[in-house]
Structures are given as C-alpha cells and as structure tokens.
C-alpha cells in the first residue's frame, strides 16, 4: 500500500530581509527543506535578471532546499489612469499598461523555470474606480498565460486576496470551475478568507477540491480596527477547524507561513512551525 507523501512545510526567505541567504538559514535549522520565493535583493523575484535568480538557485541548492513556488505579483494591477489604494506588491508596479502585462505572464513563466518552482502565483486584477476595474473572467491574458504556463510544465495559482476583484467564494468558485480543466489551481490564503468573512467548514469544502497551495498567516484585531499579525495559531485565524478539513480533502498540500510579523519574524516562523506540525493531521514534513 502506497502511502500519501506527507503535507510539506515552506518558508519564504525575504520574511527575514532582502538576502535570501538567512532565511534559508532558518529554513535549515527548522527541517524546513522547501521555499517560497517572491522577493530578493530588494526587488521583486519577477524583476531581478537571470544570472541573480540562478544565483537564488545556488544559494537554495547548497542548503539542500527547493523552491516550490514563485509568488509572483501577476494580476495584483490595474491600469495606468486607474488610482489604486495602498497594495503591497513587494517592488513590482501596481500600474501595468494592458500591452505590457503579455512580457510580465512571460517574465513570470521563465522566473519560475529558473528557480526551478513548480507552481506560480496569480492574483485578479486590483478593484479601483468602479469604471475601470477589470475583470478576471473571461480575460484573454488568463487564457494565454495558462497555455504557456502548461506548455513550460508549470501551474498557476490564483490567491484569493482581498484587494482584487476575486476574493469571496462565490467568485472564486466561478473562475475556478471555468479554467480548472485549463490547469488553474488555487492559492487559499486562510487569513485572507476570514478577513472576508468566508473561513468557515462550509467554504472550505466546497473550495478544498482546487486547492493546489495553502499561505498561513495569524493575526488579532486592534482596538483601532485594524490587524496585528501574530504567529500562525496564536491569532484569531481559524485553523483548527480549517486545517483538518482542508487535509481530509487534499491529504498532502504544501503550508507556506506567510507571517508578515515585522520585528520578530525569525521567532515567528518558528512558532508558525511548530503550530503547523502540530495542526495538520498527519503532520507536514
């Protein structure tokens, strides 16, 4: 009897800062053996030329780490004339005239060749001005990014992310089912779901069957309304429930911390961790 590889940890190494090298340091010390990528050297992996992703390569092959997934910024943009709010899109512009993004879904592909990472993040285009806002359904630029990403062996993966247009599970289920023969997967961030109200048994099960990859990040309220990241299982993310649910369906997913915890991020990941090994049913090698 075949028995199901086990779930598997990863770490992003720029939690630690722009050089990738104490990150994966950590990941090392932690028996974490494989990595996210999506900045370094202090711009965005999507951006930085070939000869300083081999490089990233290098550093991660010495250690005996694999980078397992590119986390790029593919999407999380609008237009040149839109206005969009304050986004995090770790030094990529949020701004991207329609001519340009076809280089960028390209750009992507070979970064993720490069590195070696099997899976690539997608967002849905960021919401702004009701006129401009641009839809993910039926965009050409999807269609074609999912036939080039299939012709280079690899996966894209749309992350639900509350500042785009796909963020609840009426509309993630909608595009998913749309392009899922075509190869599109899904990049759950928990947190994000909660955020939107949408962590619950329910949801889960019903977004489970397309889950390719699974961001963990924690964080508690504060008084003002807004969010204090916290280490995951020490917030108010539900994980509990989640997690077994989530492995009952998909038995062996790849937990990436996403921990966003500015002053203590090393102290963070470990404690992320170790709430993952203990969380997931059947642990996380």
């Known amino acids: 009897m075949h028995e199901t590889p086990p779930s598997t940890l990863l770490l992003n190494p720029d939690e630690l800062g722009p050089d990738p090298a104490p990150g994966m340091d950590l990941a090392v010390k932690l028996g974490i053996g494989h990595l996210e990528i999506r900045s370094a050297e202090g711009a965005n992996a999507v951006t930085l030329p070939a000869d300083r992703l081999r490089h990233i390569r290098a550093l991660a092959d010495e250690r005996g780490l694999k980078a397992a ?6 999407w999380k943009w609008c237009r040149p004339e839109a206005r969009p709010g304050r986004v995090d899109t770790f030094g990529f512009p949020t701004q991207v005239p329609p001519e340009e993004r076809l280089g960028w879904v390209e750009r992507a592909i070979e970064t993720a060749r490069i590195l070696g990472a099997p899976v690539v993040r997608v967002f849905s285009h960021l919401r702004v001005e009701p006129e401009l806002t641009e839809q993910m359904l039926g965009d050409p630029l999807l269609a ?7 012709a280079a062996g690899v996966r894209l993966l749309l992350e639900n992310e509350p500042v785009c247009t796909v963020a609840h599970a009426e509309s993630l289920l909608e595009i998913l089912d749309r392009y899922h023969g075509q190869g599109l997967g899904l990049w759950l961030d928990v947190a994000n779901l909660h955020e939107v109200g949408q962590a ?3 949801v889960v099960r019903a977004l489970a069957p397309y889950v390719g990859y699974v961001h963990v990040k924690d964080y508690r309220p504060t008084d ?4 204090a990241f916290c280490p995951a299982g020490e917030g108010v993310v539900p994980y509990g429930e989640v997690l077994p649910l989530l492995h009952a369906a998909r038995p062996a997913l790849p937990y990436a911390l996403e921990t966003h915890v ?6 963070a990941l470990a404690a992320g961790a170790a709430f993952l090994r203990s969380a997931v049913p059947g642990g996380v090698a």
């Open 69 to 74: 997934a590119l986390a790029s910024p593919l």
């Open 144 to 150: 074609k990014a999912l036939e080039l990403a299939n």
């Open 200 to 202: 619950t048994p329910d």
């Open 224 to 227: 003002g309304g807004g969010r």
């Open 262 to 267: 500015r002053d203590t991020p090393a102290d």
